[in-house]
């Protein structure tokens, strides 16, 4: 409002634009893909995905080989069962830093946001839900005169 109002009827009179929530558009690459980076404690997940069968493939082998336990799988097909997309793409990752669990973590944030990007109607869904949302939680550093970060050192008195 640049201009000052003098009386109240002056301020029903006045109009007031509020900004406008911003406008999520598809986002691609040449080859018609969606790509999204997930991460989680020191794992770094890059995510492709594209329409296809279904195929999931983590560092150039499929998914059932690399993440083994039947656990790190589910927590990857979180956001697509949520989406109800779980046999509509392609899905190609590489990952690298931390474990396997921070490694599956980051891939699931990772399908989430590449999601997103491909559809851009999924957001509310997949917000609600909390998968876009980056865990920040990371391993707290050791501190001098400390066995570990917090832990003292076993007391004796003689």
């Known amino acids: 409002m640049a201009d000052t109002l003098q009386s109240l009827a002056d301020l029903k009179g006045a109009v007031s634009t509020a900004p406008e929530a911003p406008v999520h558009v598809q986002k691609l ?3 018609g893909r969606a790509y999204a ?4 404690k020191d794992a770094v997940a890059r995510v492709w995905i594209k329409p ?3 195929t999931i493939t983590v560092n150039k082998r499929a998914v059932d080989v690399y993440f083994a336990r039947p ?11 949520v989406a109800d997309r779980l046999s509509q793409y392609d899905i190609v990752v590489d990952v690298e830093g931390g474990g396997l669990s921070g490694q599956a973590g980051a891939v699931r944030h990772g399908i989430a ?32 005169g400390r066995a570990k970060a917090r832990r003292s050192f076993q007391f004796s008195k003689r």
């Open 29 to 31: 690459d040449a080859q």
């Open 37 to 40: 980076t997930g991460k989680r």
């Open 52 to 54: 296809g069968s279904g």
């Open 71 to 81: 656990v790190l799988r589910m927590i990857l097909q979180q956001p697509l069962l």
């Open 113 to 144: 946001k590449a999601l997103t990007y491909y559809e851009p109607d999924l957001r509310g869904i997949l917000k609600k839900v909390g998968f876009l949302t980056r865990d920040s939680r990371v391993v707290e550093r050791k501190k001098y």
